[in-house]
């Protein structure tokens, strides 16, 4: 009985195909939900070399090429957008609005809409722009000259 004990040996390593496969599952599923997590309205901005704006409770009033309004994710008239920032106010006193317009939107319809944030007594307003990119800002420069 002696001599059958001694012939035994344990297994001592570890099978690691059981977590290579849990793994490249929580891959693929991360891979599959990461680009849902967060989806906005799709609008090219224009650029911008400095950013003054640090992250705190803010609205954001995005324009779209066809110059309608949002408030946030829902489309809201020029009229009521007033109001609603008026109600935000009152809520919170320091409230910050994020303005986010296309480029291709008329610079009259952006005064218009800042105009109404102003009309909403709120004071801290920031415009939302893409990062400057070098090969853009040399061409916009050839251009000009």
């Known amino acids: 009985m002696t001599s059958e004990s001694g012939n035994r040996r344990f297994l001592s390593e570890i099978n690691v195909i059981p977590l290579v496969d849990v793994v490249l599952v929580l891959l693929v599923i991360f ?69 986010r317009a296309d480029r291709t939107v008329p610079y009259g319809t952006v005064v218009l809409v800042m105009d109404a944030i102003k009309g909403a007594k709120i004071d801290r307003l920031g415009m939302v722009t893409g990062p400057k990119m070098e090969q853009m800002t040399n061409q916009n420069i050839s251009d000009a000259s």
């Not at 967060?38 to 609008?43: A, E, N, S, T």
């Not at 650029?47 to 309004?69: G, W, Y």
């Open 31 to 99: 891979m599959v939900t990461a680009p849902m997590l967060h989806r906005g309205l799709d609008i090219t901005l224009p650029t911008s070399s400095s950013n003054t704006i640090t992250a705190e409770e803010r609205l954001v009033v995005t324009i779209k090429p066809d110059q309608t309004l949002f408030l946030g994710n829902d489309a809201i008239s020029p009229i009521d957008l007033e109001t609603k920032l008026r109600d935000a106010k009152t809520a919170n006193p320091l409230v910050s609005v994020y303005l």
